[in-house]
């Protein structure tokens, strides 16, 4: 059980995801979720009949899980607290070798009477049928296995939905299939009492044994073929849970020990080889390496690790070894958390659902009245008195009309989409976000670590003496500094490979610049104050600092041994994607405003260089959600991506959050959408993967709907055999699933 405990209105509230067997179509999902949600105690509860789950929150005060777990048994179904992914593959597996046995004991004993049944056609007289097979007591014998072993599911399945005064899919086919099988008995014993000798060999009565058999074959097929196609739709969470180390390498009592990563406990030193996956998150102590994290971040080159840096459980160590110390363990990991939030997306329900939700509440029954209708109709004014014909129609009416891909449509496709999105770096919290996201039409865009990197570097160098002199000075200078200026400097130094010797003396001037002495030689660096306060006349280079401050830069003089040497420039600069990104929206259709609470001259610098026609500056950190809420008075649908604390009321307001998944936790907690890749990309990504969802339920609804409402009408007017109508039954739920799983084959 995963609990999630919140203070509501003093009540103490637990989240638990139960496995439900015994579901055979929506109804049976629909039913036990009403059931839930009427108990006393129970917060919310959704039911997801594609997963074969109930998420349930509830009272810690009120209930317990044992209650929840008794009104499901007395619902009619069983529910046991869900288990880990590999003891839930284990109980799959065994129940689909079950199902495959009963299909091939059912279809062995069905074969015969399908054999017999062709003998009765005009047509098919040159086809060999043993005088055997058609004699009604064998045929009793081999129906009656199917009947009520093979089928015995649809029995017990529609005996508990009566009971509890609904219907489902399993009142439809054991109604259907029972009408065929006792008729037949009847006229098997009415043939027996007469002169059984006169009605001998092909002279026989016209039987619908193979009609109760061929069907409870067709839908055990369907449900078989069914079950195979909705394993598949949890590759995702199959595929996340394979990246996961299963060993790790420890110190314990001063001596390597190889242990199972259950074991690791924060605080563990944990040692890493070239190789190696890294076992959990941590912060590396000693050694350096490269690391590939591309399974988090999509970032397809290797980072550089060193003391102090943080790496993530799942990710691999390339080249070097490292010694790391343990700080999230089991369910705190980044992986883990990541297979968390896919876990309750695809056991969410979107809004769309609802509609289909209603639809199969009410189908059964009124599919029934049909039938009944459809059998006094031919009884008694299409083929009077003829009993036999009139049960056909009805009973392909019943099997025609089982609701089962009515059922599938919606959670199938929210499976496989938000899979797949996660496959991508696309986390979508729930059902509701990955439908929200394809209604937007304005985006939202923070500026400092969303469109552009959220650390400064090193952009312009200006100097007329030597370049690598001037910057090695310079440079030395800047190591004493904790200014992220100066940091920036540093680094771009360090990266065109300028070695630094250390400052003899330093000495930092808020505000202004730092002032050292390097190899006896006096550096100043820092701004036009600075160097006129010192007598330095920097004059020559005010026409390029203004250049480049209309530019975003942020640019600082330097003078050495009392005069001006040259300048360097440092900025916030753009991430190598966000233009394509902002570019691909637009011809998207949606709008792309950036909102920053920098000053208006830098933030147009940055957002002409992305493309980004609209620009909110200046705006305060609590004024970003009522900038939001502006928007939304205009009708608009706002996305809103950022990636920092001051962003979190923001997302929080918007009709969809996205938050950069390199950012803040408080930003990726208020956010809907997490965007694990750290680029504006993954945003078309997103909204693309919604609308492609959205556009794959409407085909599997509309294919669903029209599926019953076109079959019906033609089995009413006799056009459709029974065992026709229950190969079409199956046929129709494994092309809804197949139709949701064209969604992980989805590029973007």
């Known amino acids: 059980m995963e609990a999630q405990r919140n203070d509501r209105n003093d009540q103490t509230l637990e989240q638990v995801t139960l496995n439900i067997t015994g579901m055979t179509c929506a109804a049976c999902a629909n039913r036990i979720e009403k059931g839930l949600s009427k108990m006393p105690g129970v917060a919310n509860a959704a039911v997801n009949f594609a997963m074969e789950t109930a998420s349930v929150s509830y009272s810690a005060n009120e209930l317990t899980v044992a209650n929840l777990q008794e009104k499901v048994k007395q619902l009619g179904y069983e529910a046991v607290q869900k288990q880990a992914e590999k003891d839930s593959a284990g109980r799959r597996a065994e129940e689909l070798g079950?199902?495959?046995?009963?299909l091939i004991l059912s279809a062995i004993l069905s074969l015969p009477l399908l054999w017999s049944m062709v003998g009765h056609f005009s047509f098919t007289s040159w086809i060999y049928v043993p005088e055997l097979f058609m004699n009604p007591w064998f045929q009793l014998l081999l129906a009656t296995p199917v009947q009520f072993y093979v089928g015995w599911p649809f029995y017990s399945g529609a005996y508990k939905a009566l009971r509890n005064r609904s219907a489902?899919?399993?009142?439809?086919v054991s109604l259907g299939t029972s009408a065929a099988y006792f008729y037949s008995l009847y006229l098997t014993i009415e043939w027996y009492l007469s002169d059984a000798s006169t009605h001998g060999g092909h002279g026989g009565p016209a039987l619908y044994y193979e009609t109760s058999a061929v069907l409870i074959t067709l839908v055990v097929m369907g449900k078989l073929f069914e079950s195979m196609a909705k394993g598949?739709?949890?590759?995702?969470?199959?595929s996340l849970m394979g990246l996961q180390a299963k060993n790790a390498t420890v110190i314990r009592e001063g001596a390597e020990q190889s242990i199972a990563v259950e074991d690791v406990v924060p605080g563990d030193i944990v040692i890493v080889k070239p190789g190696e996956k890294i076992p959990v998150d941590g912060i590396v102590l000693e050694g350096t390496s490269a690391v590939d994290e591309s399974m988090l971040t999509g970032e397809s080159l290797p980072v550089s690790k060193a003391a102090g840096d943080p790496v993530i459980g799942a990710t691999l160590n390339k080249n070097g070894s490292l010694r790391l110390q343990a700080t999230k363990v089991g369910k705190d990991t980044a992986l883990a958390q990541i297979i968390k939030v896919v876990e309750e997306a695809q056991g969410s329900k979107a809004?769309?659902?609802?509609?289909?939700?209603?639809?199969?509440?009410?189908?059964?029954p009124i599919v029934v009245v049909i039938a009944i209708a459809a059998f006094l109709v031919w009884y008694f004014f299409v083929t009077p008195g003829d009993f036999a014909e009139a049960l056909e129609k009805a009973i392909a009416i019943l099997v025609i009309a089982c609701p089962c891909a009515l059922g599938l449509a919606t959670p199938t496709s929210i499976m496989a989409g938000s899979g797949r999105a996660a496959e991508l770096g696309i986390l979508f919290k729930g059902g509701e976000h990955l439908e929200n996201t394809h209604r937007i039409d304005t985006v939202v865009l923070d500026k400092t670590g969303t469109v552009?990197?959220?650390?400064?570097?090193?952009?312009?160098?200006?100097?007329?003496?030597?370049?690598?002199?001037f910057l090695r000075l310079v440079g030395a200078a800047e190591r004493n500094s904790e200014h992220p200026l100066a940091e920036a400097i540093v680094g771009g130094i360090e990266r065109r490979g300028v070695g630094m010797p250390s400052a003899d003396s330093f000495e930092a001037i808020p505000g202004f610049g730092i002032e050292a002495v390097v190899d006896g030689r006096s550096v100043l660096v820092g701004t036009r104050r600075l160097m006129e306060g010192r007598g330095v006349d920097a004059s020559e280079a005010y026409n390029i600092m203004t250049m480049l401050e209309n530019e975003g830069k942020t640019a600082m003089l330097a003078a050495i041994d009392g005069s001006y040497a040259g300048l360097v420039a440092v900025a916030d600069t753009v991430k190598e994607t966000s233009a394509a990104a902002v570019a691909k929206l637009q011809a998207m259709g949606i709008e792309v405003i950036m909102m920053t609470g920098d000053n208006e001259r830098t933030a147009k610098t940055i957002a002409s260089q992305v493309g980004i026609k609209r620009v909110l500056a200046e705006v305060l950190p609590e004024g970003k959600a009522d900038e939001v809420k502006k928007l939304q008075a205009q009708g608009r649908r706002v996305a809103m991506v950022g990636d920092g604390i001051n962003d979190a009321p923001a997302l929080a307001t918007a009709d969809v959050g996205m938050a950069i998944g390199t950012g803040t936790d408080v930003a990726i907690e208020a956010a809907d959408v997490t965007l694990m890749r750290g680029d504006l990309a993954s945003i078309p990504g997103a909204i693309e993967m919604s609308r492609k969802t959205m556009?794959?339920?409407?085909?599997?609804?509309?294919?669903?709907?029209?599926?019953?409402?076109l079959g019906i009408p033609i089995a009413a007017i006799g056009l459709l055999a029974p065992w026709v109508a229950g190969a079409a039954m199956a046929l129709s739920?494994?092309?809804v699933v197949l139709n949701a799983l064209r969604l992980q084959r989805t590029k973007i």
């Open 452 to 469: 552009t990197k959220g650390k400064p570097e090193l952009t312009d160098i200006h100097t007329a003496m030597d370049e690598t002199e």
């Open 695 to 709: 556009a794959n339920i409407k085909q599997n609804l509309f294919w669903a709907l029209g599926y019953n409402t």
């Open 168 to 172: 489902n899919m399993d009142v439809l």
């Open 733 to 735: 739920s494994v092309s």
């Open 351 to 364: 809004p769309i659902q609802r509609v289909a939700d209603v639809i199969s509440g009410i189908f059964v």
């Open 98 to 102: 079950k199902h495959k046995r009963k």
């Open 232 to 238: 598949r739709t949890s590759e995702a969470i199959k």
